[in-house]
């Protein structure tokens, strides 16, 4: 639980400094749990509500291989979100320019949440066609499943990325809520805890391109948190080099598993609108940071051919 080693934190300052949480005027927090949540597998236990025909647009993907030699197929779509056992469609159309072809079969909803219900889901992703254009019918969806099931985790397209591109729509919107309920379970319980050790102000979460939001705005759009650490880090650089007056250089971030690398330009971390998490498409903007797989903990050897 990374609330523990905060609390402790909290601790080591009132004892250090004499200082009330009271009298802490900002809390600001990085954290990497909905990034360990993906990279471990131990997100929630998704569904997907699509347009009916179109429940299989996060496992067809954009029919691109990267290694097209390879002996092997691997995936390249994030189908392991929601394999086809846990992807319904649902009765809806609307059109490329927004107009409702064939409205909402609510009873389809019904039929289609209680199958995923029913298949273990704790959290659904609803992702039809254009929703971005007419969202009513991905809101009332929404408030169908909240109304039976008030425990389901729900996101929507509309709300996560309403832009165009069907497949990397449905990818970020399903990636959000496979971390939502780790997320919110944690979020919740840290809410709460610095609470009850006294902590007047709200804390501040750090987003993946750089910017604090509140944490009920984290909670509902979790996949905004995959790089909160590393751009935590990327910020705090950037900080630090505004002070010594240095306003281009090269941040190194290096954890216990991994070292973070971005550029800072004119004093500013460079941003991009589309990030790539574990090689599959993640659409919100983040902090341009490239990590690789050797940290402080990881361990070099040379194999029989002497390479390291």
Same mark, same amino acid.
């Given at each position: #639980?990374?609330?523990?080693? &905060?609390?402790?934190?909290?601790?080591?300052?009132?004892?250090?400094?004499?200082?009330?949480?009271s009298d802490i005027g900002r809390f600001a927090h990085g954290t990497?749990?909905?990034?360990?949540?993906?990279?471990?597998?131990?997100?929630?236990?998704?569904?997907?509500?699509?347009?009916?025909?179109?429940?299989?647009?996060?496992?067809?993907?954009?029919?691109?291989? *990267? *290694?097209?030699?390879?002996?092997?197929?691997?995936? =390249?779509?994030?189908?392991?979100?929601?394999?086809?056992?846990?992807?319904?469609?649902?009765? =809806? *159309?609307?059109?490329?320019?927004?107009?409702?072809?064939?409205?909402?079969? =609510?009873?389809?909803?019904?039929?289609?949440?209680? #199958?995923? /219900?029913?298949?273990?889901?704790?959290?659904?992703?609803?992702?039809?066609?254009?929703?971005?254009?007419?969202?009513?019918?991905?809101?009332?969806?929404?408030?169908?499943?909240?109304? =039976?099931?008030?425990?389901?985790? &729900?996101?929507?397209?509309? #709300?996560?990325?309403?832009?165009?591109?069907?497949?990397?729509?449905?990818?970020?919107?399903?990636? %959000?809520?496979?971390?939502?309920?780790?997320?919110? %379970?944690?979020?919740?319980?840290?809410?709460?805890?610095?609470?009850?050790?006294?902590?007047?102000?709200?804390?501040?979460?750090?987003q993946s391109r750089g910017g604090m939001s509140a944490v009920t705005?984290?909670?509902? *759009?979790?996949?905004?948190?995959?790089?909160?650490?590393?751009?935590?880090?990327?910020v705090g650089a950037a900080e630090v080099s505004r002070g010594l007056?240095?306003?281009?250089?090269?941040?190194?971030?290096?954890?216990?598993?991994?070292?973070?690398?971005?550029?800072?330009?004119?004093?500013?971390?460079?941003?991009?609108?589309?990030?790539?998490?574990?090689?599959?498409?993640?659409?919100?903007?983040?902090?341009? /940071?490239?990590?690789?797989?050797?940290?402080?903990?990881?361990?070099?050897?040379?194999?029989?051919?002497?390479?390291?």
């Open positions: #639980d990374p609330s523990i080693a &905060i609390l402790e934190a909290i601790n080591h300052v009132k004892r250090q400094w004499d200082i009330s949480p990497t749990v909905a990034t360990n949540a993906l990279i471990e597998r131990k997100g929630g236990c998704v569904g997907i509500l699509a347009t009916d025909g179109f429940s299989d647009v996060i496992e067809i993907g954009r029919q691109m291989r *990267r *290694r097209l030699y390879e002996a092997t197929l691997t995936p =390249e779509t994030p189908v392991f979100l929601a394999p086809g056992r846990r992807r319904r469609g649902v009765i =809806e *159309r609307v059109a490329s320019d927004g107009r409702v072809l064939v409205p909402l079969d =609510e009873a389809s909803v019904r039929t289609s949440v209680r #199958d995923l /219900v029913d298949a273990g889901v704790n959290s659904i992703a609803i992702c039809f066609l254009f929703s971005f254009l007419h969202p009513a019918h991905e809101r009332r969806a929404r408030d169908i499943v909240a109304a =039976e099931f008030p425990a389901i985790k &729900i996101s929507i397209s509309s #709300d996560i990325d309403p832009t165009f591109r069907e497949y990397e729509r449905t990818a970020v919107t399903a990636f %959000d809520a496979y971390v939502k309920p780790v997320v919110d %379970d944690y979020l919740e319980r840290l809410q709460q805890e610095l609470k009850d050790v006294g902590m007047a102000n709200e804390p501040k979460i750090m705005v984290a909670r509902q *759009r979790p996949v905004r948190l995959f790089l909160s650490g590393p751009a935590a880090g990327v007056g240095v306003n281009d250089l090269i941040s190194v971030d290096i954890g216990g598993t991994s070292s973070d690398i971005a550029l800072i330009n004119g004093g500013r971390p460079t941003l991009r609108s589309e990030g790539n998490i574990e090689g599959f498409p993640v659409r919100v903007n983040m902090v341009d /940071v490239n990590s690789i797989g050797a940290g402080g903990g990881s361990l070099g050897w040379l194999d029989t051919a002497g390479g390291l």
